[in-house]
């Protein structure tokens, strides 16, 4: 029975109005976060949220520490997965009809233009950031104990975000996607180099398998865009939620990203603007019943100098989250994504090119397939996965450039880089190489001696060289792995604006001429 005076109509408007509290109160149930124990159990709470610490130093939250490209990773990524799921509704993939679905995005939908000009830069803007953030790790060798595992993660995620763009690159069905994915179809086939000289690849045809999984058959076709579709909008973007998710959850169970071991000195001046630091001998006392209630004294940031992650840590998120967006936003306002003539298998682009990330690969692979496409890649990446048990020093963790030789040992190691790639480029466009020079020579010296190898080995003396100079094993890391960052800078600006028709080297597009 209901009260004398019930009115059920006042009580739908009492609740109507009490809506938004109730809304507040169902994701805040502890209330607003304005305490240590509130903050944490908010973090707990967080399907999201409990993958961070419930405390974070004040090291990490430096814009020097991490420049925010992990978070700009992340951000870009759902930036990327949200304005994917949008295209998923006009896209069919299918050879006869995906061009035009991609037109009719382009041209016909609404905001379809924007929508695929922010989901292409997203794209880019999350490759950029992977990289930095990798190379983030390195200089700071946050690599080492017990973080390898975790570098691991790292080293998937590069590898993923890698292969979730070059599997989009051909949904289009445009000249430049067609002829793009042929050319990395053609390197997957390049084992064929060495199975052909030595007389196997009837009995051992490994570059023809690896072509038929990339492809799903012989040529570029329906069965090659239905299988790029499904990595490129399912398994890939599962597979790399699944690695961020661990990558995160690493961070926490390793106690925060890797810092100096004076870190706790440096940010002691820090530290009292977040907590009022009391003296050694405070003069009052604090009972155990006023801690369980919530009333957390404020006793000083302590000997960790940590702050709760909420709101500290979700607050620098939150603003670069903010910043990636507008950025994204900006750069789909003044740059339109590709758009080129339907696929034609009959007229070749020319020239065709990789995806700018590639276009470093090509131009090694422009004198050898196997070793530009495979061998040389195939090195950077387990080189990649093995630095932290090769490097097993304890200096300079947390450090910028720390370790023996440091910064003036990078500085060098730029200029050595730039000096040698451009070197032995400008070398082998000027006089050729071996072919040129040997019309007869057997195909495997083609395949293992050339620029990429040359310049391999060039990097491998100098960091050999650091280490003996250094006594150190950090210094020869930091020595190779500046070197190739610089190599595949250069090469990655040849083959983007100094490769033109027939792969030709051109000062400027302007003077192709008839090509």
């Known amino acids: 029975m209901e009260p004398a005076g019930y009115s059920a109509l006042h009580e739908f408007w009492i609740n109507l109005r009490a809506i938004p509290n109730h809304v507040y109160r169902a994701m805040f149930r502890g209330g607003p976060p304005r305490t240590d124990r509130t903050r944490s159990s908010f973090i707990f709470g967080n399907v999201f949220l409990h993958l961070h610490s419930v405390r974070t130093h004040l090291w990490s939250l430096r814009w020097s520490t991490t420049a925010g490209l992990g978070i700009i990773t992340t951000a870009a990524f759902f ?52 990289i930095l953030h990798m190379a983030r790790a390195f200089y700071t060798a946050a690599y080492r104990k017990p973080r390898e595992f ?48 030595i007389g196997i690849t009837q009995w051992m045809d490994i570059g023809g398998l690896q072509r038929e999984i990339l492809l799903g058959s012989d040529t570029v076709g329906e069965e090659a865009l239905i299988r790029f579709y499904l990595l490129h909008v399912m398994i890939l973007p599962l597979a790399l939620a699944a690695l961020m998710a661990v990558h995160f959850w690493r961070i926490r169970k390793d106690g925060g990203l890797a810092k100096p071991v004076d870190a706790d000195q440096r940010v002691a001046e820090e530290a009292k603007e977040f907590y009022p630091v009391f003296t050694d001998a405070p003069t009052k006392t604090y009972h155990l019943a006023a801690v369980v209630k919530g009333k957390t004294p404020a006793v000083g940031s302590g000997p960790e100098h940590t702050v709760p992650s909420m709101p500290h840590l979700f607050y620098a998120e939150l603003g670069v989250l903010m910043f990636t967006t507008l950025v994204c936003l900006a750069l789909a306002f003044v740059s339109d994504a590709p758009l080129k003539e339907l696929a034609n298998p009959l007229v070749p682009e020319n020239p065709a090119k990789a995806p700018w990330y590639f276009l470093g690969l090509q131009e090694i692979v422009s004198f050898s397939a196997f070793m530009g496409g495979i061998g040389i890649p195939m090195l950077c990446v387990i080189g990649l996965g093995l630095i932290p048990f090769l490097d097993r020093e304890k200096e300079g963790t947390g450090e910028w450039f720390g370790g023996p030789g440091g910064w003036k040992l990078v500085k060098w190691s730029i200029v050595f880089g730039f000096a040698a790639s451009i070197a032995v480029e400008a ?59 610089c190599g595949f800078i250069v090469l990655t600006v040849i083959g983007t604006y100094f490769r033109g028709p027939n792969w030709d080297f051109f000062w400027s597009p302007s003077d192709w001429g008839g090509h």
């Open 79 to 130: 930036i990327t997965l949200v304005t994917g799921i949008l295209l998923m509704f006009y896209y069919k993939p299918y050879p006869d009809v995906a061009y035009q679905s991609i037109k009719d995005i382009h041209f016909i939908v609404p905001t379809g233009r924007f929508m695929r000009n922010i989901h292409r830069w997203a794209a880019n803007v999350m490759v950029v950031a992977v």
């Open 150 to 197: 975790n570098w691991f993660i790292g080293w998937g995620l590069l590898v993923t975000t890698l292969g979730l763009s070059f599997t989009g690159y051909l949904l289009p069905w445009d000249q430049l996607a067609y002829w793009a994915i042929t050319i990395g179809a053609n390197i997957a086939q390049s084992p064929r180099e060495i199975t052909d000289a």
């Open 427 to 485: 070398f082998a466009i000027r006089f050729g190489w071996l072919r040129e020079w040997f019309p007869d020579i057997p195909q495997l010296f083609i395949t293992f001696i050339n620029p990429g190898t040359v310049l391999t080995a060039i990097y491998a003396a100098y960091s050999i060289w650091a280490v003996r100079k250094y006594n150190s094993t950090r210094a020869g890391a930091l020595a190779l792995f500046t070197c190739f960052l």
